[in-house]
């Protein structure tokens, strides 16, 4: 849910007032009450989080990762990819044709087998 604010101007019965809407998607609002107290909460389902989430399981390609989050941009799929590579938490398993596929890194040495 998110908080809209409009500040009208003009002539008439809905001039110079300050509306609040509460929405839930784009074509969702309700008029409520000017809010006393505004709590912003931190955005928890970021873009490398749902990235990191979708390639848990094995590696794919940044469409493929497009076709599991597709609200997400494209671009805003570069940045997250490549903000992930520099921490180290996203690398590329195979580099064919078929293009870059990202994954999880690889654990360097498997329990039991030292």
């Known amino acids: 849910m998110r908080l809209v604010t409009l500040n009208s101007k003009g002539r008439g019965d809905f001039a110079n007032r300050k509306w ?21 909460q931190p955005y928890r389902d970021s873009a490398e989080e749902k990235i990191l989430e979708v390639v848990r399981d094995e590696p794919l390609t940044s469409r493929q990762i497009l076709g599991f989050i597709p609200y997400l941009a494209s671009g805003t799929l570069r940045n997250a990819i490549t903000s992930l590579r520099r921490k180290g ?14 994954g999880r890194p690889k654990s360097l040495c498997v329990l039991g087998n030292e």
Request: no cysteine; aromatic share 8%.
């Open 89 to 102: 938490q996203l690398v590329i398993h195979s580099d064919q044709r078929r293009g870059r596929r990202y």
């Open 20 to 40: 609040h809407f509460l929405s839930s998607g784009s074509l969702d609002y309700t008029v409520v009450e000017p809010p006393t107290r505004i709590e912003h």
